[in-house]
């Protein structure tokens, strides 16, 4: 039994080490990028986003946001003496917290908040951990919002155009009117108040809503089916009587509805709210192992920042975020046996 148990940590010290070896690359890579404007590929800054090793893929952000959990389960599996290691920890999460919010990926930015804020709620063996690495980003975006540094603005796109999306506001020049538009690096410069009406996130996004709620409307009970938004969309040109084409709804919600109806979306508001009932009747059961349970919040935490249904989403059908997802529910499934064996 102990040979096994040494095996199984080897392991998993070595899964780790590969975890923090690649994930660190992709972090130094894309701050290459951040300033000096070319990372080590030589690939450049995309409309004021750093993509890192991506090349024209935006998706850095979500993708260290999603090996993230991975990270601290693996962190917490080995039982490492956290305490001993807290100023690399919090020097590594501080590096990786802030590539996400250089990525300028707004929906990655915002989950990775939520994140943060639950992690440091249910697991207590990171809170310092987490405190700090969140100060220090804190600190960085305010820094970074006042004094130029960098090849790219993320505080912009993130809280400017955000602002001006949802609530129709914009910036503008008033001595140069003709200067209402985004810069090259897709800064908008000045503010007016063109049109008061609220939008769902932006025009576009509603536009994707609106279309994804029509075709829900032609098969209520199973949807047009998985991809279906993308089949419809092509099948009219990408151009729809009624809302905005895309190759999905941007939104899991909305995509759920509209491609597989109200039995799907039941399934996953049912998925939602188990895994948050699960969390607190977990976290609050103090007979069980505390180590397990950390584990298992952790993947619990993961798996609903990953189902998050109130923000702008990739495609929930899409190759590597359906990969992800799996993995998380396999590692959900092992943690669930492994509390109460």
């Not at 996130?201 to 409307?217: N, P, R, V």
């Not at 619990?300 to 998050?308: G, K, M, Q, T, V």
Request: proline share 3%; with cysteine; hydrophobic share 50%.
């Amino acid at each position: 039994m102990f040979i096994l148990f040494s095996i199984e940590k080897k392991i998993n010290f070595n899964i780790l080490f590969l975890l923090l070896f690649v994930s660190s690359l992709i972090v130094f890579d894309a701050f290459l990028q951040f300033f000096f404007g070319k990372n080590f590929f030589n690939y450049e800054i995309i409309s004021n986003r750093i993509s890192g090793i991506f090349k024209d893929e935006l998706i850095l952000g979500s993708f260290l946001l999603k090996i993230l959990p991975i990270i601290i389960w693996v962190l917490l599996i080995l039982n490492e003496n956290i305490k001993k290691n807290k100023k690399y920890l919090i020097l590594f999460f501080s590096a990786f917290f802030i590539c996400i919010y250089l990525s300028a990926e707004r929906t990655s930015f915002a989950l990775l908040l939520i994140f943060l804020t639950l992690t440091y709620l249910f697991i207590h063996r990171l809170r310092k951990v987490i405190f700090f690495s969140s100060l220090i980003l804190i600190l960085f975006i305010f820094f970074t919002s006042f004094i130029k540094i960098g090849k790219s603005d993320p505080s912009n796109r993130i809280f400017i155009k955000t602002f001006n999306q949802i609530t129709n506001y914009y910036f503008y020049n008033k001595k140069k009117p003709e200067t209402i538009k985004e810069n090259k690096k897709g800064q908008i410069e000045i503010r007016v108040n063109e049109q008061k009406k609220f939008q769902i996130f932006s025009s576009d996004h509603q536009g994707h809503y609106i279309l994804a709620i029509e075709l829900f409307k032609k098969n209520p009970l199973f949807g047009v089916g998985p991809k279906g938004f993308r089949y419809y969309c092509r099948t009219v040109n990408y151009d729809p009587p009624k809302g905005t084409c895309s190759v999905h709804p941007h939104n899991f919600l909305i995509q759920i509805l509209s491609e597989t109806g109200i039995i799907g979306l039941l399934i996953y508001l049912f998925s939602i709210f188990f895994l948050i009932f699960k969390i607190f009747k977990i976290y609050k059961n103090e007979q069980l192992d505390t180590l397990n349970k950390e584990q298992f919040l952790v993947i619990s935490i993961a798996l609903l920042i990953n189902f998050f249904p109130l923000f702008p989403n990739g495609n929930f059908f899409n190759n590597w975020i359906s990969i992800i997802n799996y993995y998380y529910i396999g590692f959900y499934l092992y943690n669930y046996k492994k509390l109460f064996n």
